[in-house]
DNA sequence: AGCACGCCGACT
DNA sequence: GTCGGCGTGCTC
């Protein structure tokens, strides 16, 4: 009986986002499965592509004429495992993304099949003797004439890219294929980027090689005769080590290969991610509140109908040790781990503890491995050789074979929500497969989400509270300063008095600081102060931070960068000022008020390099500064012992963002900073500079009283129909060309309100815009935002609409040349 | 993305 | 009347 196969083909386009039908020829019955990856001809050209099988059928709803053949499959077990394929069409669905954004999750990028078209002559050419094919070259135009000699000369291999040069467009080699003067035909290659190491060893024993050269009268250079000598001694040798140490060609090596005196062997290579932080493991014994956190998730783990859990814990509650006793138990169980971290470089500490508990099972992701170390690691997860992987959100579709838990750790961080398609929310992708595949689901937080703690609060997670330190020490106190009265008070400096005293004291007593602002650069902006003149970038809608060291203005949207001239390009004044203070003024100012204090910097600007934040870092553990400045990347994880004194210099700064989520970071930022302060033995002090004293999340924030910041914010957030209690959906449609933004995103709101009109919908205060994006322009295009609540419409048939829109309708709503991306529970709406 | 088809203006 | 540019639409 016929059998068919309903897949996805690889394509760029969106349009083409759907299920093909094709026959499955005899030969691949047996062995074709679903998720197996595939080779299929598609489009008129039958170009060799890839394709996903996603179903295999008895029935076609298409008549037989119209159906391709499946050419072949491609690996030998099925790429995605069926609950992938269901945790594709449900991401699709959620995000309103292609079936191929999904699946680009799922594997490394070394498996590719690659296609090109290869020239040869033409039937009406190709059985001419010289002489014919010389007189019909003659006949033919100059453009024609080359590409026919370049295909002659090619012997068959010459690609349709190669003859770009000869002509303009393709046009003409197509017309040429028409009239039968060359032949086109596709040809592919399909990689998997998996090293293997190639071994040199004697084909035979030492005692038999001797006779067996004599014997077939074998000729053996004196340079291959070294080889023999040195395998005779050393069996199993790694050919690079062989051609290093004896210094001989490849040649040598293939030439006794091919007298059957050496063999090589191919073996599988992994690439060991090197690892540099280095720290002390002390073993800790758990106090009664981490032992019953982990008693409830361990005894549940086998049951089917458990919830996700919520821990949330104060700044050094031990929440890592409480994750390594599940993951332990897991693994006695038989069962895998995947750890989630915010941002995998920022945490070189975690890992250590877990690569030292676990030892060589711990896998990790990074950003910063190559993509041939990424494919390692998911291919060692294949196998069986790692058990727990500890990674950023890519590393919750690693294919585990048994997984049995998820935790993630500070959940609330933006880093687990994707910016790119699909814009998919980590928690929520985690809790479908825990739904789905009976894992565990832990979320780790000291500052949980306002959105995922009113869940918690309406039962959809078994919320678990640990509200004491592991050292059981007090958490340390906040000390607010008021920096308008330091200004009345003659203190023009971005240091209070206050601060001032402490840091002395602190570094005195033989401490360590950490002083936290949340901006890296010199200064803010640049601006005359004569005219007004504010230095912006060229490509976007933002005003250029102050880089000292290079006295340039930088962009830290598109890299955008410009010296900073001394007289003003508008009125050339010489009154240029730097505004605003980032980590590099604070560096110098400090390093002016303590001259003889050692002061590192922790920031994007000077981390960017593999390795340099672990340096850093060990630096500062080991005593070589006293004193530690740094943005976000300090915010969380860190554990120095020595850490007396937290310093926060401008709270305000996140306070005034305009977002709607922008209290939520300021307490949550305060409150992990802080957590960096006194975590050993010594108790901690943080000094909080501000000049809003009064507000709720500072106020909140000061007194650790999570509680009842969550009670004020979420009036809020209920007030103006916020998240949790409205899923927001934001458009945005940017492009070069400012006109036809502005008119595809009227054009997209009109269609859905006729569209929503059809359905008896007249009431429209649910889509906000069609309003330039805050920043409106972003690496020189422009940009138009919409914005929907779910507010009295159902998500489902809103999504359906603007799925119709944007993709089925794209052509007709929207001007060529733009852009739409589509996010659901955008982190921030600028 | 490709590739083909078809419409329209320019040129023999 | 024909050639070639490009806009349009489909891909199992």
New binding site residues.
């Given amino acids: 009986m016929e059998k068919y196969a309903q897949l996805v083909v690889r394509?760029?386009?969106v349009?083409?986002d759907?299920?093909?039908?094709?026959?499955i020829p005899e030969f691949l019955l047996c062995d074709l499965k679903v998720g197996h990856r595939v080779l299929v001809?598609?489009?008129?050209?039958?170009?060799p592509t890839e394709g996903f099988v996603f179903e295999i059928n008895d029935k076609s709803k298409?008549e037989d004429g119209?159906?391709?053949q499946i050419i072949d499959i491609l690996d030998e077990n099925p790429m995605l495992r069926v609950e992938d394929l269901e945790l594709i069409n449900w991401m699709r669905n959620r995000y309103l993304c292609t079936y191929m954004d999904c699946i680009n999750l799922m594997y490394p990028k070394g498996y590719k099949l690659n296609s090109y078209?290869i020239i040869n002559l033409g039937d009406s050419l190709r059985s001419l003797s010289d002489t014919d094919l010389y007189i019909e070259l003659e006949k033919l135009n100059n453009s024609q004439k080359e590409v026919v000699e370049k295909v002659i000369n090619s012997k068959g291999r010459l690609k349709v890219d190669n003859l770009e040069s000869i002509c303009k467009?393709?046009?003409e080699i197509?017309?040429m294929n028409k009239e039968k003067l060359i032949d086109l035909s596709w040809a592919y290659e399909s990689k998997k980027n998996e090293k293997k190491i190639c071994y040199v060893s004697l084909s035979m024993s030492k005692e038999k090689i001797d006779d067996y050269i004599v014997e077939n009268k074998i000729r053996v250079t004196e340079l291959q005769r070294n080889i023999l000598n040195f395998l005779e001694n050393n069996d199993d040798v790694e050919i690079n080590d062989l051609l290093d140490l004896l210094s001989v060609h490849r040649q040598s090596i293939t030439s006794l290969q091919k007298k059957k005196l050496v063999t090589l062997e191919f073996k599988d290579y992994y690439r060991q991610p090197e690892h540099i932080f280095t720290q002390q493991s002390k073993k800790v014994k758990l106090n009664e509140e981490q032992i019953s956190a982990v008693q409830k998730i361990t005894s549940e783990m086998f049951n089917d109908d458990k919830k996700p859990y919520m821990i949330n814990g104060v700044t050094g509650s031990g929440k890592t040790e409480v994750y390594m006793e599940i993951i332990e138990y897991a693994l006695e169980q038989g069962l895998d781990s995947i750890f989630l971290v915010p941002e995998i470089s920022l945490t070189p500490q975690v890992i250590d503890r877990l690569k030292n508990r676990f030892g060589s099972i711990v896998g990790v992701f990074h950003s910063k491995l190559s993509e041939g170390q990424r494919h390692d690691v998911y291919r060692a997860v294949r196998e069986g050789r790692v058990r727990i992987l500890i990674g950023p959100r890519s590393a919750l579709f690693a294919p585990f074979n048994s997984l049995g838990v998820i935790i993630i750790d500070e959940f609330h961080e933006g880093s687990y929500k994707s910016e790119q398609n699909p814009k998919f929310s980590t928690i929520e992708v985690a809790k479908f497969i825990g739904l789905k595949n009976k894992v565990s689901v832990v979320l780790g937080s000291a500052t949980p989400s306002v959105d995922e703690y009113y869940r918690a609060k309406s039962g959809q997670y078994n919320l678990i509270n640990i509200r004491q330190r592991a050292n059981k020490k007090p958490l340390p106190k906040i000390e607010v300063v008021d920096m308008k009265k330091e200004l009345t008070n003659g203190n023009k400096s971005i240091f209070s008095f206050r601060l001032q005293e402490e840091i002395k004291r602190t570094v005195e007593s033989g401490n360590q600081v950490i002083l936290f602002l949340n901006r890296r650069g010199y200064a803010n902006f640049v601006s005359c102060r004569s005219c007004g003149f504010l230095f912006q970038c060229e490509n976007c809608d933002i005003s250029l931070t102050y880089h000292k060291e290079s006295n340039t203005g930088r962009c830290h949207y598109c890299g955008y960068e410009v010296k900073i001239p001394k007289k003003c390009p508008e009125c050339d004044s010489e009154y240029l000022k730097p505004f605003g203070v980032g980590t590099q003024k604070i560096e110098e100012e400090l390093q002016g008020i303590f001259p003889n204090v050692n002061i590192l910097r922790v920031d994007k600007d000077n981390t960017s390099k593999k390795g340099s934040l672990e340096e850093i870092l060990n630096k500062f553990e080991s005593g070589e500064a006293q004193i530690l400045i740094g943005t976000q990347m300090i915010s969380k994880g860190l554990d120095f012992a020595n850490v007396t004194l937290v310093g926060i210099l401008s709270a305000d700064m996140m306070l005034n963002f305009p977002d709607f989520k922008s209290f939520e970071s300021t307490f949550q930022l305060v409150t992990q900073v802080s957590g960096r302060a006194g975590r050993a033995e010594k108790e901690g002090n943080v000094i909080l500079q501000t000049y809003d004293t009064n507000h709720y999340a500072i106020r909140r924030a000061i007194n650790y009283d999570f509680d009842g910041f969550y009670e004020d914010e979420i009036k809020i957030r209920k007030a103006f129909g916020y998240t949790p209690f409205n899923n927001m959906l934001s458009v945005v449609i940017s492009g070069k060309n400012e006109k036809t933004v502005i008119e595809s995103a009227k054009n997209m709101y009109n269609s859905i309100v006729y569209l929503l009109e059809n359905r008896g919908i007249n009431n429209f205060d649910f889509i906000l815009g069609p309003n330039p994006c805050s920043i409106s322009k972003i690496d020189k295009n422009y940009r138009w935002q919409l914005l929907f609540k779910d507010d009295n419409i159902e998500i489902n048939l809103l999504k359906g609409i603007i799925k119709y829109i944007c993709i089925t309708k794209r052509?007709v709503v929207f001007r060529k040349g733009v852009n739409i991306s589509i996010d659901i529970n955008p982190n921030s709406v600028l």
Avoid at 18 to 23: E, I, M, S, V, W
Wanted: hydrophobic share 20%; net charge positive; glycine share 6%.
């Fill in positions: 394509s760029k386009s349009s083409i759907d299920l093909f039908t094709y026959k001809p598609f489009g008129q050209g039958n170009k298409l119209k159906l391709k078209r467009n393709t046009n197509y017309k052509e």
